[in-house]
């Protein structure tokens, strides 16, 4: 299947993780301009350094922040209207992660809060 994503603006969450990154270079490679999240500037930069080349037709940005504030969410959107000149139109959640913990334990309500925000919110 051939996709023609020419003049798409695509926010990708969790774009530079393992099946992210795939997902946002297929995007790219359709033409479109992606702009990548991840809570980690490293991670970012990584995917920013492989993904910018010039075999792509599509435009690569990203933007580290944590998408699950409501800070991290502004910042993602305003920041990729700023990159490519225009708000974008499709947005592709992938981030996601799972950690746990006892009942009893102490962190239990903290470790349940962080993967409802991670997964859900």
Not at 40 to 63: E, F, I, P, Y
Request: avoid cysteine; charge should be negative; glycine fraction near 10%.
């Amino acid at each position: 299947m051939n996709l023609d994503a020419t003049g798409r603006i695509v926010i990708i969450t969790g774009g530079a993780g393992g099946v992210g990154s795939i997902v946002s270079k297929r995007w790219l490679d359709a033409g479109a301009s992606v702009f990548v999240i991840d809570n980690r500037q490293t991670t970012v930069d990584s995917w920013l350094s492989q993904n910018s080349d010039k075999r792509s037709t599509g435009h690569a940005a990203a933007l580290a922040t944590d998408i699950t504030t409501e800070a991290g969410a502004h910042a993602m959107v305003n920041e990729a209207e700023r990159a490519f000149g225009k708000p974008a139109d499709t947005l592709i959640h992938m981030v996601g992660g799972f950690a746990s913990a006892a009942v009893e334990d102490d962190n239990a309500a903290e470790v349940w809060d962080r993967m409802i925000a991670l997964n859900l919110t």
